[in-house]
Structures are given as structure tokens and as C-alpha cells.
């Protein structure tokens, strides 16, 4: 049983604190926090924790979540301590700490289904894409350089444990992996307000990728280039477009659906 933290000058606990500020020192140090029960356990399931913090107040009740960790540090804090840690306004006292993935790794070989964000930044989007293609069965994230890290608390409370099974590939020049994708016979699917209607589309490839663009200019210049659909989705009453995450989900359900026949 490790002895109490109680020092806001600990160094643990001032690399911990970091880890909340930006996706720089997230990916500097190589971790995340994974705040509250759900997360927390999701990250204990699939052997994503490399350490457990759970504020002392609250010990009895994560004991059995504790106990059960394998391979992992288990870290009781002060409930000042653990107030510091907290981004959520109803902190549950307890944290994961896990290893922030390398987002440069190469799309999972048999990956059929993918989604990519094109300059998507609302932390809050990027997380309920993520959920999403959880539920969905999609396969893998493609992300540029403007598009919100997933690994932020609100993405990650938004995408509700997703993040620890959907790989996410940050790319340099995503028009660029986009159109090679087109070349290994993925359809490129993206939203277009002029585009064909959503219901009226053609068969979908059995291997696609669903484009989501950011949440104020759509789908950027260069990834629209790449594109093999422009869909339009219907909009018969007073709204002029959905938001971003509704959209990609309308978008990946329906794609789902064609492939279940």
C-alpha cells in the first residue's frame, strides 16, 4: 500500500497536473488522465492504466477496482491533492493515468471503416465521433494538425471509453493519406450542402472513409479534392446544416446499415 500524498509539491503530482493543460505536454510526458469511474474502468479493462489515483476520502469505495488493476501503481491522494487533478465539476475521486498513444503509427491493416476529422476542434465533437464509431464498428481515426486531441478531459468524457479502442493516426498532410486511400480502393465520403442527395447516393465501397470538416467551414479545400462522394444530407425543415458529430453519425450508421443488407 503506497503511503498517503498529501504535498501539492510532490513531482508526480506536478507532472500529473500538467497533463490537463494542453496536447504538448500530454504528448511531451506520454500520458493522459482518464478522470472518473467510467473512464477510470473502461482504462482498467482494456489494460490501458499504467496507474490508478483515487482520492483517499473515497478509498472503500473503488477498493474493488483497486484490487483488481493488473500491472499498475495504485496512488492514494489527499482530497486537496486530488481536487488539483480534477477537470470535471463533479470530480468522482478517481483518475487513470495512461500512456498517451503514438498518433503516427500506421492504419490498422484490415481496417475497412474509417472516419477522418478535417479541422474539427471542438473537443466535445471529436470525442462523440469516437463513441460513435465504437458503437458503429468502425475501425480507425484519421485526424490533421487543427483537429481537437481526442485525449483531452472533455474529448475523453465525451467518447465515454472509446478512445481505448479506436485507434487514432494524426496525420501531416491527411489530403495526402486520403488520396492514397483512394488509390488502395476506399471510397472518400464527404459532406457537401451542393452535393448528391445522402438517400440517393450509389453503393458505397466495401472499404470507406467518412470525412468530418470543421464546425464552421466544413471540409477543408484540399481534403474535398480527394473525395470520391459529395453527399448531401436532407434538410427539410428550418435547419441549415447539423452539427458536426450528428452529422458524421447520421453519415456512419446509414453506411453501416447498406453493409448489413
Known amino acids: 500500500m503506497n503511503d498517503l500524498i498529501t504535498s501539492m509539491q510532490n513531482p508526480q503530482v506536478k507532472l500529473w ?24 474502468g473502461e482504462a482498467v479493462k482494456e489494460h490501458k492504466a499504467r496507474a490508478l489515483l483515487i482520492d483517499d476520502s473515497v478509498r472503500e469505495k473503488h477498493r474493488a477496482l483497486a484490487e483488481s ?64 464509431m465504437d458503437a458503429a464498428g468502425y475501425h480507425c481515426l484519421l485526424m490533421d494538425e487543427n483537429t481537437a486531441d481526442p485525449y483531452s478531459p472533455k474529448a475523453l468524457r465525451a467518447s465515454m471509453g472509446g478512445v481505448f479502442r479506436i485507434p ?33 447516393r450509389r453503393k458505397a465501397k466495401d472499404r470507406l472513409c467518412v470525412v468530418i470538416g470543421n464546425e464552421g467551414q466544413g471540409v477543408s479545400p484540399a481534403v474535398f479534392a480527394e473525395s470520391t462522394m459529395r453527399l448531401k444530407l436532407p434538410m427539410v425543415g428550418g435547419a441549415e446544416s447539423l452539427n458536426a458529430a450528428v452529422a458524421g453519425a447520421v453519415m456512419m450508421y446509414d453506411f453501416l446499415r447498406e453493409r448489413m443488407g
Do not use: W
Open 69 to 132: 488493476v493488473q500491472g499498475a501503481s495504485v496512488y492514494y491522494l489527499a482530497s486537496h491533492v486530488m481536487a488539483a487533478l480534477c477537470d470535471a465539476k463533479t470530480p468522482q475521486g478517481i483518475i487513470a493515468v495512461c500512456d498517451y498513444p503514438k498518433e503516427t503509427v500506421s492504419i490498422p491493416e484490415n481496417a475497412s471503416l474509417l472516419v477522418a476529422l478535417d479541422g474539427v476542434q471542438d473537443p466535445g465533437n471529436a470525442g462523440t465521433v469516437i463513441r460513435t
Open 168 to 200: 487514432a493516426v494524426r496525420c501531416a498532410d491527411l489530403a495526402g493519406q486520403l488520396h492514397t486511400l483512394a488509390q488502395y480502393g476506399y471510397d472518400i465520403i464527404a459532406g457537401d450542402l451542393h452535393g448528391e442527395p445522402f438517400y440517393r
Open 17 to 40: 497536473r500538467s497533463l490537463n493543460k494542453s496536447r504538448a505536454q500530454r504528448v511531451e510526458a506520454g500520458l493522459f488522465l482518464a478522470e472518473g469511474e467510467h473512464m477510470a
